[in-house]
């Protein structure tokens, strides 16, 4: 007698979750599973086979989750620091509003700029000297789990699509505070109206919300800086550049008009500020260009090869062998230094580096030229110290007689405009009518 047949095997069950990094669909794959669910996997054709491809739905809507939720994160942290910079810039004790306000714009564009890019990009860069540094601790799997060893096509999909959906994300939430501010003004109105007991709390609800001109000035050289640094490898951003630029002008000139209340009178400190740092973008702008540019290999240029080739190459031979690890290889980023001088050398980048050679010593000697200048204004100041020139300004006694000076009339507070309603008193009828 024959022994009977083994039973059927259960159909195979899909995997729990998928890797789309693993999985390699060629043209004949179609057939697969995996292969035809992968194929489908954006968020309008996958719709059609939701039932079929079940467990990659889940995949797909948890991935977009989990980007939307670091999206508001950076939204969130952006508004934290923004409070926090606020309160902490005052402990510096600024002798005027204009240098506090250069010092809270430089303080904010910075830690925007790396909570909106910088982070980014480390994240999913790959590190593997720290990554070895924390095998066995507590933060490992946490930390330096980047994968992104170069801007291959893949950086883009990931770390490039997370920088754009930043800079549309961004600068909406920003400007929404606008909307808030807006309800917050009209309610106060509403209830001073009724709660007010003197004068002064009825005018302070009438006058408006703070108008803080460095915040707005740091928002924009955080979008300046990200699209200068990206836009060589992604010219999305610069549109979207121009959109919040946009959106910043309509919705701060309602701010200014309708909430807002008029701002001090503040000097060139701010925008003078802005100017001298918006010149470092562009050495941002030209590293992101030579090394996107130059993830393909082609031969180096020979004009600027025969200017700066030796040098650059006996400096990246210098780095490599003197410099102290993990500097040598920037923590396992850059194994081969070499490299480097290859990328920076080659047809389609030699002129960038040789742009970004001639950027970096002006910006060298500009920066050299005002300490000197400085040093020399405190030790010569006659000589070196700006002197103002009076416009036609009238002698002291003239302008006395003439009351053309500003400021107080006499030394007594009790009697000084501004401080006349904080000394009178409020008189309260009782029901029996004693005061």
């Known amino acids: ?222 979008i300046i800086f990200v699209t200068m640094t990206f836009s060589a490898g992604i010219p999305l951003l610069v549109p979207l550049a121009a959109f919040s630029f946009w959106q910043h002008y309509l919705v701060d000139r309602y701010d200014f008009l309708r909430v807002a209340k008029l701002p001090p009178r503040y000097s060139t400190a701010l925008a003078d500020g802005a100017a001298e740092v918006m010149a470092y973008a562009s050495i941002g702008h030209l590293l992101f260009f030579i090394w996107a540019n130059s993830f393909h290999r082609m031969d180096p240029d020979p004009f600027v090869y025969g200017l700066l080739g030796s040098y650059i190459e006996r400096g990246c031979e210098i780095w490599g062998k003197n410099a102290p690890a993990p500097l040598d290889t920037l923590f396992g980023a850059v194994p081969d230094t070499a490299d480097v001088a290859r990328r920076v050398l080659q047809r389609n980048t030699a002129w960038g580096t040789l742009t970004l050679a001639v950027v970096i010593a002006v910006l060298l000697l500009r920066t050299t030229a005002t300490q000197i200048r400085m040093v020399l204004a405190l030790a010569l100041p006659s000589i070196f110290l700006p002197q103002r020139e009076a416009e036609g300004n009238p002698s002291f006694d003239v302008a006395v007689q003439g009351r053309q000076l500003a400021g107080p009339t006499t030394y007594c507070v009790k009697e000084m405009p501004d401080y006349v309603m904080a000394y009178q008193k409020v008189a309260w009828e009782q029901d029996d009518g004693t005061l």
């Open 1 to 222: 007698q024959s022994p009977a047949p083994p039973p059927p095997l259960p159909p195979p069950s899909p995997p729990p979750y998928f890797n789309a990094s693993s999985v390699t669909c060629g043209p004949y794959d179609a057939f697969c599973f995996s292969c035809y669910c992968l194929e489908l996997i954006t968020a309008s054709a996958i719709l059609k086979e939701s039932e079929y491809c079940s467990v990659y739905v889940t995949g797909y809507s948890m991935q977009l989750i989990a980007g939307a939720t670091a999206q508001g994160i950076i939204v969130v942290m952006n508004t934290f620091l923004n409070w926090v910079i606020l309160k902490l810039v005052r402990f510096e004790r600024h002798h005027s509003a204009s240098s506090e306000q250069r010092s809270v714009m430089l303080k904010l564009f910075v830690s925007q700029f790396f909570n909106t890019a910088v982070n980014l990009v480390v994240i999913s860069a790959s590190f593997p000297w720290l990554k070895r540094q924390l095998k066995g601790s507590t933060a490992e799997g946490l930390l330096f789990e980047g994968d992104k060893e170069d801007l291959s096509p893949k950086w883009y999909q990931e770390v490039g699509y997370a920088l754009v959906l930043s800079m549309l994300v961004n600068p909406m939430a920003q400007r929404a505070q606008t909307f808030v501010r807006s309800m917050k003004f009209k309610w106060q109105r509403t209830a001073a109206r009724t709660a007010a007991v003197t004068q002064r709390q009825l005018n302070e609800a009438y006058e408006g919300e703070e108008f803080v001109l460095s915040v707005r000035y740091g928002e924009i050289l955080n």
